[in-house]
């Protein structure tokens, strides 16, 4: 069975209480740590890969990030799938292809730009665009950014859902909605759902399972704390 279509079928069958957790790793080390500790996928968040490299979030240079996400996946022998923010502006054929360079078998694509919501149907467009480049090769997670940006409907999140997983998309992934809308999110979403998770805080990855997450990402969480744990012993030394 090849990376992808391992990484495609940890999204299905699962138990309520059991969503596949994907953590975040920033660079190779962590993706290393990760994988010693028995995770059997990664997902890169683009946030705490720019924090790596010395830039602010969304403010990542694509040869950058492109080269971070092969680094990341030479590093391990697990899948990896690469949050590549809104595309940097590629032409869906070369997004792919720059993807599949870096040996991702997956990525996160966000329908706001700017912060701006972007015209869902466009966007379900441009993702049909990138699901006929990429055929079976990538899983592509489709982020919702519509909490994010403000708009707490459930409704709207859910029809720009639908667009997407009609136009191509694996999974989709409502960011910041809460925890309490998550039954009827799941209850409107065909197919996978994603769910970000706080660390040490909130509901854990099995009780959000229950409530609908298929899969549970972490974003920018995990290199935060990495961080905040690197300036307590910094300040030690002192």
């Not at 999110?185 to 998770?197: D, M």
Request: hydrophobic residues 45%; negative net charge.
């Amino acid at each position: 069975m090849s990376k992808v279509d391992a990484f495609r079928a940890l999204h299905h069958h699962r138990v309520p209480d059991d969503p596949l957790v994907l953590p975040g790793p920033w660079d190779a080390a962590s993706a290393r740590v990760f994988v010693e500790a028995g995770f059997p996928a990664l997902a890169t968040p683009s946030a705490g890969v720019a924090a790596s490299l010395g830039y602010e979030d969304g403010r990542t240079p694509a040869d950058e990030m492109f080269a971070a996400v092969a680094r990341i996946v030479r590093a391990v022998d697990v899948p990896v799938s690469a949050d590549v923010e809104g595309g940097y502006g590629l032409a869906p054929k070369e997004l792919v292809e720059r993807l599949l360079e870096t040996g991702a078998v997956g990525c996160n694509l966000e329908d706001s730009e700017d912060g701006v919501l972007k015209d869902p149907r466009a966007h379900a467009d441009w993702l049909a665009e990138v699901r006929e480049a990429a055929g079976e090769r990538l899983f592509v997670n489709a982020r919702v950014d519509t909490f994010a940006r403000g708009v707490t409907d459930p409704g709207r999140t859910i029809e720009r859902a639908a667009l997407y997983v009609a136009a191509g998309a694996d999974c989709v992934y409502p960011i910041g909605a809460p925890a309490e809308v998550l039954p009827l999110l799941r209850a409107g979403i065909q197919g996978p759902v994603n769910v970000g998770a706080l660390i040490g805080e909130g509901p854990s990855p099995a009780e959000l399972g229950a409530r609908g997450a298929t899969r549970i990402t972490f974003g920018p969480r995990l290199q935060r704390w990495a961080t905040g744990a690197l300036r307590e012993i910094a300040a030690q030394l002192t």
